[in-house]
């Protein structure tokens, strides 16, 4: 049962442009989710998180949205730059548990 | 400060072999999780140990074990290795473990292909 989906394997957005990736889940028990992003040969670096008593949580380019009703939260990132191009995991969990459920990523391609 | 570091970064075994992982943990971080992450999939939950404890466990079979140090290092023992075992196997470390909005830092991996 995948409790954390990812449903768009890859994205390609231009230059300067805004970059909206997505992320689903089903247990409501989740009250943390963050976002990593990996390159090829890396270990996922750890982006920015939001903690389920807010909505919205900003870091420079990237901001994430919390939809608690919805259970979905993106991630937009504005403007959109190379550098950017890697795979983004969406990730969650519970306070008070040890582990992280991750979706299974979304390759985002930001082209010149 | 340095990040997580994981020893070795690859790694070639053949099936039935035993193979060790180890790693280091941010300094001052007392907790490790080890993932794994197979070509395609999102890193999936082996073990989370802290102040050497095992607290807690994936759903994964009994070949692999792991242990955490004094120092707080950890390593991820897996037996009887099978082709299904080659993967990315990542090691993330925390302050503490399962505490409120607690962030996982990862790191590089070790990549393991089993022939």
């Known amino acids: 049962d995948q409790q954390v989906k990812q449903n768009s394997p890859s994205l390609s957005v231009q230059e300067g442009r805004i970059s909206i990736l997505n992320c689903d889940y089903t247990?409501?028990?989740?009250?943390?989710f963050l976002w990593y992003k990996k390159y090829p040969a890396e270990g996922p670096t750890f982006l920015i998180s939001?903690?389920?008593?807010?909505d919205k949580n900003e870091d420079g380019r990237f901001t994430v949205f919390l939809n608690k009703s919805a259970k979905h939260l993106s991630l937009h990132i504005v403007p959109s730059q190379p550098g950017d191009s890697a795979v983004y995991f969406c990730?969650?969990?519970?306070?008070?548990?040890?582990?992280?459920?991750f979706g299974t990523g979304t390759r985002l391609k930001v082209l010149a | 400060d340095a990040g997580v570091t994981q020893s070795p970064t690859h790694l070639i075994k053949t099936r039935g072999q035993q193979v060790t992982l180890r790693c280091s943990p941010i300094?001052?971080?007392?907790?490790v999780s080890w993932y794994q992450q197979v070509l395609g999939q999102g890193p999936q939950f082996i073990f989370q140990?802290?102040?050497?404890?095992?607290?807690g466990r994936g759903n994964f079979p009994d070949r692999f074990s792991a242990r955490q140090f004094p120092n707080y290092s950890s390593e991820l023992n897996v037996n009887a290795l099978l082709l299904g075992d080659s993967a990315l196997y990542l090691c993330?470390?925390?302050?503490?473990?399962?505490?409120?909005?607690?962030?996982?830092?990862f790191g590089p991996g070790t990549r393991l292909l089993v022939l």
């Open positions: 993330a470390s925390s302050l503490f473990a399962g505490g409120l909005d607690e962030t996982q830092y």
């Open positions: 247990n409501s028990m989740f009250d943390y």
């Open positions: 939001i903690s389920s008593i807010k």
């Open positions: 990730a969650a969990s519970t306070s008070g548990t040890y582990k992280y459920i």
């Open positions: 300094s001052g971080h007392k907790s």
């Open positions: 140990y802290y102040e050497k404890e095992e607290r």
